[in-house]
């Protein structure tokens, strides 16, 4: 089975196709880093205008990469949710205008579903089940998985995302957007030790999130310091990386115990994040468990996860369509026991 995978999210846009016997053939993808620069985070109506500038020539491109044509495909998935709702609508339109046009079955994918299964893209890939850290700019979620559609959660943020405190601290710091990859890089160069940031929740009991109080102490220390020195803004970018990346070692090894599991799956766009990799494996391996991450390029948001996802939910053909709807707002499990995973 032939399954195109179309990803519109946010700002990224996203093709790939997959193939069931074959894996993956090709795909393209288009940042809107560069666009949304400027504003130091993403506009979502000049999200949505460049999906709908983007997303037919990366599709003709993806195509083109796995030597296939449109007549070839046997499902077109799509992101339906969550996400920004304008740029989501043009994910939904493309995908069924050509469902329509070519008499093909289409389906809606859950955003984090896609991320969630992402990792059995690599090789060795994890077995179920399994705990899984799902780690982004929008979501800090503990999940179990025992199978796929199968997903209980654990433990998520209350307030900021994990990669929406990097990239807040970023701004602090004065490294722009998207803030992330450049703090990460920055704090390459800084002592973590230097400043002694809280881990928030790190010893609650509890595997939830929070962030916030982390960002503010950054925010309370740099205030105090004034004009900050080459030097300083590194440590700060290590002290600041040092901790939340404590924080998120913390609750997984905790969610593994408490589950009694010793695999851990790690994806979304933090789970490039170098320091992190390390950290989780050294501290797994000690505990006798084993960390799984996908391909670092298929860390952010990409189609390739849209179509696996597809794949591995409907080995057999679609059982019905999903409709048209886009959900801006949607919860996991209840997206898998609507689909009737």
Known sequence: MLILGIETSCDETGVALYDTAAGLLGESLHSQVDLHALYGGVVPELASRDHIRRLVPLTREALAKSSRGLDDLD????????????????????????????????????????????????DPRPDFPFVALLVSGGHTQLMRVDGVGRYRLLGETVDDAAGEAFDKTASLLGLGYPGGPALSK???????????????????????????????????????????????????????????????????????????????????????NARLRAQLVGAAARQGAQVYFPPVHLCT???????????????????????????????????????GS
Do not use: Y
């Not at 499902?75 to 989501?88: D, R, W």
């Not at 886009?326 to 026991?337: E, K, Y």
């Open 301 to 339: 948001d990409n189609g390739a996860m849209i179509a696996f996802a597809a794949a591995l939910k409907f080995p057999g053909g679609l059982p019905e369509e999903t409709g048209f709807p886009v959900h801006p707002r949607w919860d996991l499990a209840q997206a898998a026991s609507r689909q």
């Open 75 to 122: 499902l077109i998935a799509f992101t339906q949710g969550p996400g920004l709702a304008g740029a989501l609508l043009v994910g939904a339109s493309v995908a069924a205008g050509l469902g329509i046009a070519l008499g093909k079955p289409v389906t809606g994918i859950h955003h984090l579903e896609g991320h969630l299964l992402s990792p059995l893209l690599a």
């Open 186 to 272: 920055l704090a390459e160069q800084g002592r973590a030790d230097r400043f002694d940031f809280p881990r928030p929740k790190a010893k609650s009991g509890d595997l939830d999130f929070s962030f916030s109080g982390l960002k503010t102490a950054v925010l309370t220390k740099v205030r105090q310091l004034g004009t900050l020195d080459a030097s300083t803004r590194a440590d700060l970018a290590a002290s600041f990386q040092a901790a939340a990346v404590d924080v998120l070692v913390a609750k997984c090894l905790q969610a593994m115990t408490s589950e009694g599991l010793d695999r851990l799956v790690v994806a979304g766009g933090v789970g490039a």
